[in-house]
T-cell receptor, first 113, second 114 residues
């Protein structure tokens, strides 16, 4: 298993940039995912990192440092529709050829005008 | 493609009643999962399956049973519902468990046990 920590809530202004951090502790790291979840809806996949560095996808970027057990999700040019919870999830090796994906508790982002 | 479909979407149960949540996926995925999501707790894995006819326990399996008789279906059963099982349940599937295999979620099932 692993401990995954991310801030509970954040607020940012429309048009601005926000960074959501995630720290984790795991013994068999096999990738880190970010999901977006709007209230009352299912989580949807945003990004995946398995090697150190930055992955960019339009307005969204995700960074990983395996040595530090640290990732962040960067959202640029914030829009009102970006108000949602952002879930950090870590996959690690759980033995017997099996991997498990464990989710953090999520960061609720509110975008204000 | 419907993706991952869960039924029912909403259900109210009395304590001690039983029910089954149905999950179907049309992506030919090998792996399927059941999660529950509670306020302040995040998504927690109940049971999962790595292929037809197989099941395994996740983080919070007590009070639940599962079956994977067909590759496309994964059933979650509550034999004797308890108020602590009031939650939102998400079914999910993935092609595998290797690096990069994304998990796709169903729309969720809201269960209230009174």
């Amino acid at each position: 298993g692993q401990n995954i920590d991310q801030p509970t809530e954040m607020t940012a202004t429309e048009g601005a940039i926000v960074q959501i951090n995630c720290t984790y502790q795991t013994s068999g790291f096999n990738g880190l995912f970010w999901y977006q979840q709007h209230a009352g809806e299912a989580p949807t996949f945003l990004s995946y990192n398995v090697l150190d560095g930055l992955e960019e996808k339009g307005r969204f970027s995700s960074f990983l440092s395996r040595s530090k057990g640290y990732s962040y999700l960067l959202l640029k040019e914030l829009q009102m529709k970006d108000s949602a919870s952002y879930l950090c999830a870590v996959r690690d090796y759980s033995g017997a050829g099996s991997y498990q994906l464990t989710f953090g508790k999520g960061t609720k982002l509110s975008v204000i005008p | 493609n419907a993706g991952v479909t869960q039924t029912p979407k909403f259900r109210v149960l009395k304590t001690g009643q039983s029910m089954t949540l149905l999950c179907a996926q049309d992506m030919n995925h090998e792996y399927m999962y059941w999660y529950r999501q509670d306020p302040g707790m995040g998504l927690r894995l109940i049971h999962y399956s790595v292929g037809e006819g197989t099941t395994a326990k996740g983080e919070v399996p007590d009070g639940y049973n599962v079956s994977r008789l067909k590759k496309q279906n994964f059933l979650l059963g509550l034999e004797s519902a308890a108020p602590s099982q009031t939650s939102v349940y998400f079914c999910a599937s993935s092609e595998g468990q290797h690096s990069g295999n994304t998990i796709y979620f169903g729309e969720g099932s809201w269960l209230t046990v009174v």
